[in-house]
């Protein structure tokens, strides 16, 4: 489920890019380069977490991405104002808890099991 979401949310970007690229803080260069870095990101990273022999790696990425996305959410719920068109300020602000229920997620199902299976 996990590599199918983000293999979708991934493939999204290049369907919707402007709606993503509206939500890139305005203090990072050229949003629609950093939606695509992170479209590709996503789809790689979910093709990994369907492979076993690169699942923990792909967990590592994903984790990584799902960090240096977070500023877009920041930016939604702390300017509710630019984005009234697509949600509430109420939403965007929820959407803030939810990136480390995605982070639980992707270790859960990428890295735990192989730091279980390490131990002695």
Do not use: K
Request: aromatic share 12%.
């Amino acid at each position: 489920m996990l590599g199918i979401f983000f293999i979708g949310a991934g493939a999204n970007h290049f369907v919707h890019p402007q709606f993503y690229a509206r939500l890139i803080p305005p203090w990072l260069p050229d949003g629609t380069l950093v939606v695509q870095i992170s479209g590709v990101c996503e789809i790689l990273g979910g093709v990994g977490a369907l492979l076993r022999q690169t699942r923990r790696y792909a967990g590592i990425g994903l984790i990584a991405l799902l960090i240096a996305v977070f500023p877009a959410n920041l930016q939604m719920a702390l300017h509710p104002e630019l984005y009234r068109d697509i949600g509430s300020p109420a939403a965007f602000y929820i959407r803030l808890p939810l990136q480390l229920v995605l982070l639980v997620w992707v270790w859960w199902t990428c890295l735990r099991s192989r730091i279980a299976a390490e131990r002695p």
